[in-house]
């Protein structure tokens, strides 16, 4: 039976079908990643790893994006920390949870919101999907990617995405192995479907703890990563002159003038 648990969310859906749980960003037009969100998201997955009935947890977005990333007006220096640390908050509850965590993408899953299924079990995407890690555009840098994207990619693959900020499809985001594989748009649900009624069946025990032991060398080096990327974050790029620039452009709605400091 379907039991609906939104009531208490205002950017987020989550649903229960034991042993499946299915959360959907709901923060039109493109499910912007804000404060908001990063605590709806943080208490639904908290939801969802109590409850032991569940061994499957599915996100997934809307037609248009799956999300289009973190809100930039919150990237000012004055809420940075709070930013980061709400965000984090929920990647580290994807890593550490013992649900399997697949992840379906349509449209734009940018910055943030790319790094969401970067940091899931599995990732089905339509072909047409637009990824990307942009932040560097922004004179900053996306610290789950740079923690944990070139053990999925490859080093080279990861700095070409990083430092070039550029966009890629869906189809070639499951070339590299950010995704398992990628479809067509109306295949999308079939394949995610498929992949849930592969596992939905399995022992909600023995896929936590195969789950624990197929991340165990990962997990002892992630949260130092992240932790260290958030440092450099905070102590080293915010204070610098052109991440300032980059938002004071952004809110002008002009092309950012850097100084290299």
Sequence with gaps: MLTATANSFSRITLSLAAPVAYLTLAHPPVNVIDLQMMDDLASAIEKVSARDEISILVLAGSEKAFSAGVDISVHTPEQVPTMLQKFHTVIRALV?????????????????????????????????????????????FPPVAVTALAAVVGQKRAADLVLTGRTFTGEYAATIGLANEAVDDADLDTVVERAVSRMKYHSTAALAIAKRALYAWDAAHFDKGLARAEKIYLEELMKTEDVREAIEAWIDKRTPVWRGK
């Design 96 to 140: 550490a949870t013992k649900k399997v965590t697949i992840c379906a993408v349509r449209g734009n899953c940018l910055g943030g919101g790319a790094e969401i299924p970067l940091v899931c079990d599995m990732v089905y995407t339509t072909k047409a999907a637009k990824w990307g890690f942009p932040e560097i555009q922004l004179a900053c």
